[in-house]
């Protein structure tokens, strides 16, 4: 069984920052990608961020330059750094991983059960 265990939501002011962290455990074999979406009211889940085993990152146009992600592969986490957050930004984020359980298994997509920002004065 392979959990994502999300921390670091809450509020913020705009122009602040908060960091996201997302660990993975249970029975892992490898882990391809691991990125952050999000999701607002009354709108469809958006990528946020990725990030490949060799750290190779894609970001949606409207983070760019605000906001970095970071794994530790050895800690199988994901970060998710945000900064000069805007109102826009608030919603729910959810982790995501591509995760091979085992040699024998293929990679399949797992979600972490979300964490609320809010950007707010």
């Known amino acids: 069984q392979v959990q994502l265990v999300e921390s670091g939501g809450g509020l913020v002011q705009p122009g602040g920052s908060l960091r996201l962290s997302c660990a993975a455990s249970g029975s892992i074999f490898s882990i391809r990608v691991m990125g952050w979406y999000r999701q607002a009211p009354g709108k469809q889940r958006e990528l946020v961020a990725h990030i490949t085993t060799t750290g190779s990152t894609n970001y949606a146009d409207s983070v760019k330059g605000r906001f970095t992600i970071s794994r530790v592969n050895v800690k199988n986490t994901v970060y998710l750094q945000m900064n000069s957050l805007k109102p826009e930004d608030t919603a729910v984020y959810y982790c995501?991983?591509?995760?091979?359980?085992?040699?024998?298994?293929?990679?399949?997509?797992?979600w972490g059960q979300g964490t609320q920002v809010t950007v707010s004065s």
């Open positions: 995501n991983a591509l995760i091979r359980a085992t040699i024998a298994t293929l990679p399949d997509d797992y």
